[in-house]
C-alpha cells in the first residue's frame, strides 16, 4: 500500500503549492494503484485492461477513469510512484549520514534500493513495452533519461570529484565510465543471478570492495568535504524528485 505522506509540490507563479498524491484523499483511488501493480507484475503492461483493473480493485470501470484519464496514464504514474520511492529512500540516507554518498556505500545503496522496487527493476531491464510506453509519452522518456544508472552516474561523479571525495589522477570520465560499468554489471548479476556465476554471500559487500579499490583518493576524506558534497547530493536528487511530482501530478485527472 502506499503511505500516507503528503509529497511537496512544485512551485507556481513564486509560491509553493502542495498536490497531493491522488491515493492519499481516496481510498479507491489507493486500490486502482494496488491492483494495477499487480496486474502489471502478472502480466506485463500490454495484456493489462481498464475493465480488469477495476474487477481486481473492486470498482467500476468508470472509477477508474475518475482519478486517470487513459490506462496509459494510470500505469505511468504508478511507475513514477515507484521513482519517487527511489528517490526519497536514497535522499533520506544521505540526510541521515553525509558519508554515504562516498561510493563505496552510495553504488551498493542504489542498487538495493532499486531492486525493492519490481516495477522499476522490470524498466531498467529494458522490457520493451515498458520502455515504449515511457518514451511514446511526453516529459516521460526525459524522466526516464534523468533516472538510469547511467544517468546517476553522470550526475553525482561530478560533485565527488569536486570535492576530492574520489581520486583525481584519471580524467573524470575515465572515472564516471568505470562506476557506470561496475554498478551495472553487479545490478544484473543481482538481479538475476541464475544468469550469473556462483556468487558471493555478501554481494554489497564485494561491491562495496570492488569501488573502494578503484575510485578510493590516496588520504581519506575530511567531514567538510563529505557533508557539502552530500548537501549537492540531495539537491540534485531533489530536483529530480519534483519533475517526478510534475509528472504525477500531469497523469492524474484533476479533482473537484
Same mark, same amino acid.
Given at each position: 500500500?502506499?503511505?500516507?505522506?503528503?509529497?511537496?509540490?512544485?512551485?507556481?507563479?513564486?509560491?509553493?503549492?502542495?498536490?497531493?498524491?491522488?491515493?492519499?484523499?481516496?481510498?479507491?483511488?489507493?486500490?486502482?494503484?494496488?491492483?494495477?501493480?499487480?496486474?502489471?507484475?502478472?502480466?506485463?503492461?500490454?495484456?493489462?485492461?481498464?475493465?480488469?483493473?477495476?474487477?481486481?480493485?473492486?470498482?467500476?470501470?468508470?472509477?477508474?477513469?475518475?482519478?486517470?484519464?487513459?490506462?496509459?496514464? !494510470?500505469? /505511468?504514474?504508478?511507475?513514477?510512484?515507484?521513482?519517487? @520511492?527511489?528517490?526519497?529512500? #536514497? +535522499? $533520506?540516507?544521505?540526510? =541521515?549520514?553525509?558519508?554515504?554518498?562516498?561510493?563505496?556505500?552510495?553504488?551498493?545503496?542504489?542498487?538495493?534500493?532499486?531492486?525493492?522496487?519490481?516495477?522499476?527493476?522490470?524498466?531498467?531491464?529494458?522490457?520493451?513495452?515498458?520502455?515504449?510506453?515511457?518514451?511514446?509519452?511526453?516529459?516521460?522518456?526525459?524522466?526516464?533519461?534523468?533516472?538510469?544508472?547511467?544517468?546517476?552516474?553522470?550526475?553525482?561523479?561530478?560533485?565527488?570529484?569536486?570535492?576530492?571525495?574520489?581520486?583525481?589522477?584519471?580524467?573524470? !570520465?575515465? /572515472?564516471?565510465?568505470?562506476?557506470?560499468?561496475?554498478? @551495472?554489471?553487479?545490478?544484473? #548479476? +543481482? $538481479?538475476?543471478?541464475? =544468469?550469473?556465476?556462483?556468487?558471493?554471500?555478501?554481494?554489497?559487500?564485494?561491491?562495496?570492495?570492488?569501488?573502494?579499490?578503484?575510485?578510493?583518493?590516496?588520504?581519506?576524506?575530511?567531514?567538510?568535504?563529505?557533508?557539502?558534497?552530500?548537501?549537492?547530493?540531495?539537491?540534485?536528487?531533489?530536483?529530480?524528485?519534483?519533475?517526478?511530482?510534475?509528472?504525477?501530478?500531469?497523469?492524474?485527472?484533476?479533482?473537484?
Amino acid at each position: 500500500m502506499y503511505s500516507a505522506v503528503h509529497a511537496p509540490g512544485r512551485e507556481s507563479r513564486g509560491r509553493a503549492q502542495v498536490t497531493p498524491l491522488i491515493e492519499h484523499q481516496s481510498r479507491k483511488a489507493a486500490r486502482i494503484l494496488d491492483s494495477t501493480r499487480e496486474l502489471v507484475l502478472d502480466h506485463g503492461v500490454r495484456k493489462v485492461t481498464v475493465t480488469e483493473i477495476a474487477r481486481v480493485a473492486g470498482v467500476g470501470k468508470g472509477t477508474v477513469y475518475l482519478y486517470w484519464p487513459t490506462k496509459e496514464d !494510470l500505469i /505511468l504514474g504508478l511507475f513514477a510512484r515507484d521513482l519517487l @520511492t527511489f528517490l526519497d529512500d #536514497a +535522499i $533520506a540516507s544521505v540526510v =541521515a549520514d553525509p558519508a554515504a554518498v562516498l561510493p563505496r556505500r552510495f553504488g551498493p545503496l542504489l542498487i538495493r534500493t532499486g531492486l525493492r522496487l519490481p516495477l522499476a527493476r522490470r524498466l531498467y531491464r529494458s522490457e520493451a513495452d515498458l520502455l515504449r510506453l515511457f518514451t511514446q509519452q511526453d516529459g516521460y522518456g526525459e524522466l526516464l533519461d534523468r533516472t538510469t544508472p547511467s544517468a546517476m552516474c553522470q550526475a553525482g561523479m561530478p560533485i565527488l570529484h569536486r570535492h576530492r571525495l574520489i581520486r583525481q589522477d584519471r580524467p573524470l !570520465l575515465d /572515472l564516471t565510465y568505470m562506476v557506470h560499468a561496475v554498478t @551495472t554489471g553487479f545490478l544484473t #548479476a +543481482i $538481479a538475476d543471478p541464475d =544468469a550469473a556465476p556462483p556468487g558471493p554471500a555478501d554481494p554489497d559487500a564485494v561491491l562495496a570492495d570492488t569501488l573502494a579499490q578503484l575510485l578510493d583518493p590516496p588520504a581519506a576524506p575530511e567531514g567538510p568535504a563529505i557533508a557539502a558534497a552530500g548537501a549537492e547530493t540531495i539537491e540534485v536528487m531533489r530536483e529530480i524528485r519534483e519533475a517526478v511530482l510534475e509528472l504525477i501530478d500531469r497523469s492524474q485527472t484533476p479533482q473537484q
